[in-house]
């Protein structure tokens, strides 16, 4: 009385393959295999290294509102002072494009470092942001600089604690953008503004030492 | 015996028929020729991609950016897969091609995790469409 009910139940296993493999090379005839697309490949990527510092590369200066037709684009230490009717503005450049980089490449991380020759006390926070209209380092005023626009602040940062000491961050989205050819002109240092704050200093590419640097890794397909 | 013969030839039978629709799906209906064979996958026409990548200022990309894509890969899928020094996935996306002119391009902009830009070493690319 079991076994018909075996055989039954192999038949009915025999039966449903049979039908799986039926149905399942009629779905596979449907794709028109001859008509899609495949490919598959890669871009590999160079690196590089770019480190600008010195007067041949960099360019810097500050204005002076309380000597407002001055200029100081030799001087080997620039300002930043935040008391209204003596505000002082640091402006630093860098030649990006000596570096070589074409403009497919990338900034991948880009560091700038100051490092101070004077701190104020109490600390101060100050503003890097990048200058976008264009002026000329060894003729900037307090007075023409009135007129220059800038983009969005790259990095506030806390002065140094002490003289001799540098302070660094990344400023990679700038030089980015730079390499993809937004025009360069360079970055302001400023305060936010008070009337009891003193001043910052930084050493410039004029100074013997301690001049601004900015290192560029970048990479190229 | 004879339940089991039954019940396999109709089995057989149903395969059969199953496999003849088969083969008459891969006839063209407008053709006036008929034949039958393996055809190769073909690409679109990429020979070579190249990425361009855009960076913020904590040094994760932000973007990038594929061009000189052929025409012939509109509607085709292209992924992406940012890759490091040892060829492991740091990120990966995948974008639709839309209709081009001469050529396409495309923006990937999320990666499925921050990518720092320096461990990048290689883009990984694949176009798959129809």
Known sequence: MRRPRIRRRWIAVIAAGALGAGTTVAFAATLGVGSWHLWAGADNLSLGVCTLTGSTTTSDTYVNQSSSGSNYSSATTMAVHPNSGSQEWAFVWFNVASCGIPTTGAADAATLVFVASGVPSPSRTLTLQPVTSSFTFSSVTWNNAQSLTYGTPTESFATPASAGSGVGFYVTQNVDNWIKGTANYGWRISDGGSNTGTTATFYTSNSASNQPQLQIIWTKP | ?130
Request: aromatic content about 6%; charged content about 5%; overall charge neutral.
């Open chain 2, 1 to 130: 015996m004879r339940t089991l013969s039954k019940t396999l030839g109709f089995a057989v039978t149903v395969a059969a028929t199953f496999a003849a629709c088969a083969a008459a799906a891969t006839l063209a209906l407008g053709s006036t020729t008929l034949s039958a064979g393996n055809a190769p996958v073909a690409s679109c026409g990429v020979s070579s991609l190249t990425g361009t990548q855009s960076v913020n200022n904590s040094n994760n990309v932000t973007q990038v950016v594929v061009s000189n894509i052929p025409a012939a890969c509109s509607g085709d899928t292209l992924s992406i897969t940012l890759a490091d020094q040892n060829h492991l996935p740091l990120g990966s996306s995948s974008v639709t091609l839309g209709s081009c002119g001469t050529t396409c391009s495309a923006t990937f902009t999320s990666f499925g995790a921050s990518v720092t830009a320096y461990l990048v070493y290689s883009y990984q690319f694949a176009v798959v469409g129809a």
